[in-house]
């Protein structure tokens, strides 16, 4: 090579090099800022997005346990020194899709939607079958003395006579499979559905009872969700309106709010140990704020563990903020009071076997034993993502 040529090629190649050292050294400094924004560009949600993908079709298998607490000393309701025993049986395991229907996209930057869930029963993950006989208390005879509870004693009287010649028992003895999904019919169900009172709500699927009756298909069941796009302001999956208000009716003040919670699809990134994670659940009419516990591994990533605690499960004694939520009286911490969200009906949620709840609710029961390795209730996130 000619010696001039090749100075001109040293240069160029040190040119170069110096170009792509300053290039990489940018690339070191500013990975953060490019990786949000390719992340950035990834969380939106509309039509053929990654986002969107995963969004309307969720891709991993989900599925639902449930246990039932099989009540086994009904006949002694009368005597005051026996507590009720109960004796967990389950898992019913149910596989769960989860679908988004009748997608309509706004023009704000928002889009509004359905969710569908469908389940189908696992024998080989279930402990029983779906014939399993169990034992509850009546649900129906309990909510209509519950609704009654504050009339005159005359309508009581004669509502508790009633009741005993339909032979209304405090037991309920069914198969699993009704209880859960299939619903039964009840005397009771029927002669409700025609009182004024009891049917001032217009409450559907009235005709039968089971847990999770009308909901297998359903796309009406959850109500509607307006959630942002994340097109304008990357609040990607934040609830704006459920069944079109922004407020619900269920809650008064700022227990109505939806305050920027996650619709359940999408949270937020960056997050920091003193965070709150938001969510929103349709079967609370409400959000769940979740606060940080720990640094988990898992697979070599390091993710953030955040719980269901004092802000999900105190009553207004701890945090005031909670007040709101109880609906009237308060109750010992750990149950929430959904009657509101039910329809009226006596309603209440609470971590699996009490967990902790106030004692107050163990006591009066036997055969109900709260353990936090398996009752805890957690989401686990990669904090940046
Ligand atoms: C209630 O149960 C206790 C303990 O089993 C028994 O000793 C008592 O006689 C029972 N009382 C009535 C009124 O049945
Ligand atoms: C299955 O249920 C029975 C009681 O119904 C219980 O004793 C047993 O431990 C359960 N098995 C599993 C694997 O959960
Ligand atoms: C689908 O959504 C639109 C707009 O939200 C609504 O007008 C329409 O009635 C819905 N269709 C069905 C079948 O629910
Ligand atoms: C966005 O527009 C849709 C359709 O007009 C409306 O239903 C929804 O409430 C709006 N959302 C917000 C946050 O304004
Ligand atoms: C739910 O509905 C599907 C049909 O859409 C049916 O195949 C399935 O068995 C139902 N699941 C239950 C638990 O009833
Ligand atoms: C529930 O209890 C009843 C009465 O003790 C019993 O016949 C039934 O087999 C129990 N159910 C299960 C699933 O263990
Ligand atoms: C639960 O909420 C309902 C509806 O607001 C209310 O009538 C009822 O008294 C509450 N129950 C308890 C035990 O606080
Ligand atoms: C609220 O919860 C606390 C702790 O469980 C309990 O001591 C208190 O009595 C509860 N308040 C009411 C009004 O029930």
């Known amino acids: ?20 050292i300053v290039f990489g050294t940018l690339l070191i400094c500013f990975t953060h800022i490019i990786y949000e924004a390719i992340l950035k560009g990834n969380l939106v949600l509309q039509p053929g997005s990654s986002a969107f993908q995963v969004w309307v079709k969720n891709p991993v298998p989900l599925y639902l346990k449930l246990y039932l607490f099989n009540w086994t000393n009904p006949k002694d309701i009368n005597n005051h020194t026996i507590k009720p025993h109960f004796q967990k049986i389950g898992p019913y395991t149910f596989y769960e899709t989860k679908e988004k ?15 569908m869930k469908k389940w189908w029963y696992v024998p080989e993950k279930s402990n029983g079958t ?13 909510s209509a003395a519950y609704t ?11 509502f508790s006579g009633v009741l005993s010649s339909m032979v209304q028992t405090v037991e309920a003895v069914r198969p699993v499979g009704d209880v859960l999904f299939d619903g039964y019919t009840d005397a009771l169900l029927s002669i409700a559905a025609k009182l004024p009172f009891l049917s001032k709500n217009n409450i559907p699927n009235m005709d ?15 109500g509607e969700f307006n959630i942002d796009t994340g097109r304008s302001d990357g609040k990607i999956g934040e609830l704006e309106r459920w069944k079109f208000q922004e407020h619900t009716p269920y809650y008064p003040g700022k227990c109505g709010r939806f305050d920027g919670a996650s619709a359940g699809d999408f949270f937020p990134g960056n997050l920091k140990k003193d965070s709150i994670v938001k969510m929103f659940s349709s079967d609370l009419c409400r959000y769940v704020e ?35 939520f109880c609906d009237g009286d308060c109750m010992p911490s750990g149950a929430l ?21 106030d004692p107050y609710y163990t006591r009066h029961i036997e055969g109900v034993v709260p353990d936090k390795e398996r009752d805890e209730f957690y989401m686990i996130f990669e904090p940046m993502s």
Request: hydrophobic residues 40%; positive net charge.
């Open 148 to 158: 009654v509870r504050d009339f005159h004693f005359i309508v009581k009287k004669t």
């Open 290 to 324: 979740l606060e940080f516990a720990e640094e988990v591994m898992i697979h070599g990533i390091t993710g953030y563990k955040f719980i269901a605690g004092q802000k999900f499960l105190d009553n207004g004694t701890k945090v005031p903020e909670n007040k709101c």
């Open 337 to 357: 009071n959904v009657s509101n969200c039910r329809h009226g009906s006596p309603a209440f949620v609470t971590l699996p076997n009490y967990y902790s709840a």
């Open 101 to 115: 229907t009748n997608i309509t996209w706004n023009n704000n930057n928002t889009v509004t939607y359905k969710n």
């Open 208 to 222: 039968k009872f089971g847990w999770f009756y009308g909901r297998n298909g359903s796309e009406d069941f959850d």
């Open 130 to 142: 779906l014939a399993d006989t169990v034992i509850s208390v009546n649900p129906v005879a309990f």
């Open 1 to 20: 090579m000619h010696p001039k040529k090749l100075f001109t090629f040293f240069v160029c190649s040190c040119c170069v090099s110096v170009i792509l």
